[in-house]
């Protein structure tokens, strides 16, 4: 949807190295999400967040650290990245309505070496 | 915690034919969100149908239909009149209302031609 943008849209870094993946969204959502895809795991929750002020963990937060600079921004960052945060990472955003619908960016490959 | 099961890792169909995608859930909550979502080799999440659990009546999008079956957690996908666009990744999704969604693995449609 090119209403939510992610950069980069690819990534190659070394052990050890702090990356930020970055979430733009022009829908005007409040909600904003970050996932992972892993072959044969399918997506799993890093972080979420439904305001400004507001931050929750996902299933799998260990390593990651989120930071919702305005509404329409969240970013991701890897303080140590490791390799087996080498993964599909998906940006998504929600109006919170009833109909919970989910709309993701295009994605960022990461690979760590 | 909830799970989400796409038992069928793989799945082809002949080009205009058509073909179910699985999938079950696990919960004990009455209120909650179904989706399909589809993943080309763009890698490009797209919404393909939702189902609100309220709703008794199975969601229709033209050449796409939910079979949803409460009591049995059970939630497929039946693409009719399959076409060549439609190979992708198909991944089932469940959410409670202010929650986070849960994905399957995925299942891999092939269509031949």
């Known amino acids: 949807d090119a209403d939510v943008t992610q950069t980069p849209r690819n990534r190659i870094t070394k052990t050890g190295k702090r990356i930020m993946l970055e979430c733009s969204q022009t829908?005007?959502?409040?909600?904003m999400y970050w996932y992972r895809q892993d072959p044969g795991l399918g997506l799993r929750l890093i972080y979420y967040s439904f305001d400004v002020k507001d931050i929750n963990k996902g299933e799998i937060s260990d390593g990651y650290s989120v930071s919702r600079q305005a509404q329409a921004k969240f970013s991701l960052s890897l303080e140590s990245a490791i390799p087996n945060q080498t993964a599909l990472y998906f940006c998504?955003?929600?109006?919170?309505?009833?109909?919970?619908?989910?709309?993701f960016g295009p994605g960022t490959r990461l690979l760590v070496l | 915690a909830q799970t989400v099961t796409q038992s069928q890792p793989e799945m082809s169909v002949q080009e205009a034919e058509t073909v179910t995608l699985s999938c079950t859930y696990d919960?004990?909550?009455?209120?909650?969100?179904l989706f399909w979502y589809k993943q080309p080799p763009s890698r490009q999440m797209i919404l393909v149908i939702r189902q609100e659990a309220y709703k008794q009546q199975n969601a229709t999008e033209n050449r796409f239909s939910v079979n949803f079956q409460k009591a049995a957690k059970s939630f497929s996908l039946k693409i009719s009149d399959s076409q060549l666009g439609d190979a992708a990744m198909y991944f089932c999704a469940y959410r409670r209302a202010n929650n986070d969604m849960r994905f399957g693995a995925g299942t891999r449609l092939t269509v031949k031609p």
């Open positions: 919960t004990s909550e009455s209120d909650y969100y």
């Open positions: 829908k005007g959502h409040d909600r």
């Open positions: 998504a955003t929600s109006d919170g309505r009833i109909q919970e619908t989910q709309y």
